[in-house]
């Protein structure tokens, strides 16, 4: 069975501080997928990165940061000077396999993020 | 990425009624998800939906509960029968397999 867990229920940071996101997950699979969406206080969840178990490069895009750690089943997430506009509930999320069936998305509780002005 | 909408984006239904949620992407997708996210928790998946196919549903949700259409490749709809409080939720669909992306959501209040 998979599992995604975000020890961190809420974070709040000043505006420019750097903040990091925690995620462990646990699957049987050698090879998976792990994800980090945005929810926004819209609620529409916005889909941030998709990374590869065989690919554990770090990767950055602009402000954001993602840490894959295979050793210790990590996939941590870094904003850097945060924003008011990056308060939102962050999940990351792991998948099987991309052949049929394996595609869901096993979620994370989130952690909600509010970056204080 | 695909660009989806449902209908409706939010709605308030009385106990024991059903409702119909839609949903549309505008181009042709193999595989459509359904997810339940219940106030303040996670998005569970209720079931897949593949077009010509019964909807494969997940632990805990049952069809007669939850049907689920797929009549074409950019359609799907889920239906939330016999409605109780505990089913006030967001329901959200998406698509696609390496990257799913997500519908805006149908926020779903039962009285």
């Known amino acids: 069975a998979q599992k995604v867990t975000q020890a961190q229920t809420e974070i709040s940071v000043v505006e420019k501080e750097d903040v990091t996101l925690d995620c462990v997950y646990e699957t049987r699979d050698t090879t998976y997928y792990l994800f980090w969406y945005k929810q926004p206080p819209s609620g529409e969840l916005v889909f941030l990165i998709r990374?590869?178990?065989?690919?554990?490069q770090n990767e950055i895009s602009g402000r954001y940061s993602w840490n894959f750690q295979k050793s210790t089943s990590s996939f941590n997430f870094t904003i850097t000077a945060s924003q008011v506009v990056d308060s939102a509930v962050y999940f990351c999320a792991l998948s099987g396999l991309f052949n049929f069936g394996n595609e869901k998305l096993t979620f994370g509780t989130g952690t909600r993020l509010t970056i204080i002005p | 990425s695909a660009v989806i909408s449902q209908k409706p984006s939010r709605d308030i239904c009385q106990r024991g009624t059903s409702l119909t949620i839609q949903c549309q992407v505008d181009?042709?997708?193999?595989?459509m998800f359904w997810y339940r996210q219940q106030p303040g928790q996670s998005l569970t998946l209720i079931a897949t939906a593949n077009q010509g196919s019964e909807a494969t549903y997940e632990s805990g949700f049952v069809i007669d509960k939850f049907p689920i259409s797929r009549p074409n490749l950019t359609f799907s709809t889920l239906t939330v029968s016999n409605m109780s409080p505990e089913d006030s939720s967001i329901y959200l669909c998406?698509?696609?397999?390496?990257?799913?992306?997500f519908g805006p959501g149908t926020r779903l209040t039962v009285l």
């Open positions: 990374r590869n178990s065989f690919d554990e």
């Open positions: 181009s042709q997708v193999t595989m």
């Open positions: 998406s698509v696609g397999r390496y990257e799913q992306f």
